[in-house]
C-alpha cells in the first residue's frame, strides 16, 4: 500500500521561512506528477503546487505563487516545498499526493489515500 510521508513541519514566525519534504513509499512515483496540497481548520483541502515526472511544468496556486516553490528529486523519489514569506493564512496540515498529471492535481484527482500530512503554523 502506497502511504505519503510528509515532514518539515512546525512553527514559524510571520515572514519567516520551512521547507517540506514528502517521500512516497512502497512506489516509485518517478512518472506521475507530484504536488502538494493544505487544509486549514474549518476549511477544505486545497491545492497549492504541483510538479511534473520531468520538473519542467509547475503549477501554484495564486495564493503562494512568488512565495513557494515545488521541487522533485527523483532520484530519492522525493518532493519539496519551500515556503518563504510565510503569512498567518497558510497556516494548515500541508499534505502531498501523486496524479497522472500536473492538472488532474489541481482537480484533486489524486492517486492515494491522504496521508497524516505536516503541521505548518505561522505566528503573527
Known amino acids: 500500500q502506497v502511504q505519503m510521508v510528509e515532514s518539515g513541519g512546525g512553527l514559524v514566525q510571520y515572514g519567516g521561512s520551512l521547507t517540506l519534504s514528502c517521500v512516497p513509499s512502497g512506489r516509485n512515483f518517478s512518472g506521475a506528477a507530484l504536488g502538494w496540497f493544505r487544509q486549514a481548520p474549518w476549511k477544505e483541502r486545497e491545492f497549492v503546487a504541483a510538479i511534473n515526472w520531468s520538473g519542467r511544468v509547475i503549477d501554484y496556486a495564486d495564493s503562494v505563487r512568488g512565495r513557494f516553490t515545488i521541487s522533485r528529486d527523483s532520484a530519492q523519489n522525493t518532493i519539496y516545498l519551500q515556503m518563504n514569506s510565510l503569512k498567518s493564512e497558510d497556516t494548515a496540515v500541508y499534505y502531498c499526493?501523486?496524479?497522472?498529471?500536473?492538472?488532474?492535481?489541481?482537480?484533486?484527482?489524486?492517486?492515494?489515500?491522504w496521508g497524516q500530512g505536516t503541521q505548518v503554523t505561522v505566528s503573527s
Open positions: 499526493n501523486a496524479a497522472v498529471t500536473v492538472e488532474q492535481l489541481r482537480r484533486s484527482r489524486v492517486f492515494n489515500s
